[in-house]
T-cell receptor, first 123, second 115 residues
C-alpha cells in the first residue's frame, strides 16, 4: 500500500526556536497533502491543506505565519513551526492521497494515507 | 459542513466477544466514509472505507462496517475481538466534492479488549 513518512518522529526544542517537519510520499505522487494536529486523547484537527506549487489553504484559527507550509514537489511537503512555544507542543500528522494526471484531468485515490506522526515538545 | 460523531469515548469488551464501535455522520450529498485505527504514538492506519455499492464493507484484521443511509451511521464491527485490537479508533467522512476535500474525523473511541 501507499506509504507516507515523516521526519523527525520526535523533536524537543527550546521556546523561540523553529522546527521543520518533513512529510514524504514514498511510492506515489501527491499534489495535495494535509497537515493535522492531535492533542492528547483528542481527535485530529485539520490545520491546512498543502498544494504542490501553490500556497497552502489554512483552516480557520490556524496562523499562517506561525505554521509555514511548503509543498515544493509532488512527494514532499514541509511544516515549519516558527518561534515555537510550549503551547505548540503536540502530535503533528500529515497525510496524502495518491494523485495522477494533469491539468483538468487530475484524479486522486479515495483513501487518505497517513504518516507516523511527529511529536513536538517545546520546553 | 461535514461532521462525525462517535458517541462513546471508551468501549470495553471481553476477548472473543463481538464488538461494535459507533459512528454517525452529517454531510451534504453522498459521503465517503472511513475507519482508521491508531496505536500509541503512531499515525493512523486505514481499516476500511465505504464509497458506493454494498452497504456492508469488509476491511483489514477482520473488521467490517455497515453503511446505513437512513440512520446516517457507519458502525464498525468485528465478530470476535482480540486483545491486540485494543487501540484508538477514528471514524472519518469526506463529502464528494473534489479531490482536495480533506477528511473530517470524529473524536475517537478507545477500544479495550480484556483477556
Amino acid at each position: 500500500g501507499a506509504v507516507v513518512s515523516q521526519h523527525p518522529s520526535w523533536v524537543i526544542c527550546k521556546s523561540g526556536t523553529s522546527v521543520k517537519i518533513e512529510c514524504r510520499s514514498l511510492d506515489f505522487q501527491a499534489t495535495t497533502m494535509f497537515w493535522y494536529r492531535q492533542f492528547p486523547k483528542q481527535s485530529l484537527m485539520l490545520m491546512a491543506t498543502s498544494n504542490e506549487g501553490s500556497k497552502a489553504t489554512y483552516e480557520q484559527g490556524v496562523e499562517k505565519d506561525k505554521f509555514l507550509i511548503n509543498h515544493a514537489s509532488l512527494t514532499l511537503s514541509t511544516l515549519t513551526v516558527t518561534s515555537a512555544h510550549p503551547e505548540d507542543s503536540s502530535f503533528y500528522i500529515c497525510s496524502a492521497r495518491a494523485t495522477w494526471g494533469s491539468g483538468g484531468e487530475v484524479k486522486s485515490t479515495d483513501t487518505q494515507y497517513f504518516g507516523p506522526g511527529t511529536r513536538l515538545t517545546v520546553l | 459542513a461535514q461532521s462525525v460523531a462517535q458517541p462513546e469515548d471508551q468501549v470495553n469488551v471481553a476477548e472473543g466477544n463481538p464488538l461494535t464501535v459507533k459512528c454517525t455522520y452529517s454531510v451534504s450529498g453522498n459521503p465517503y466514509l472511513f475507519w482508521y485505527v491508531q496505536y500509541p504514538n503512531r499515525g493512523l492506519q486505514f481499516l476500511l472505507k465505504y464509497i458506493t455499492g454494498d452497504n456492508l464493507v469488509k476491511g483489514s484484521y477482520g473488521f467490517e462496517a455497515e453503511f446505513n443511509k437512513s440512520q446516517t451511521s457507519f458502525h464498525l464491527k468485528k465478530p470476535s475481538a482480540l486483545v491486540s485490537d485494543s487501540a484508538l479508533y477514528f471514524c472519518a467522512v469526506r463529502a464528494i466534492i473534489s479531490g482536495n476535500t480533506p477528511l473530517v474525523f470524529g473524536k475517537g473511541t478507545r477500544l479495550s479488549v480484556i483477556a
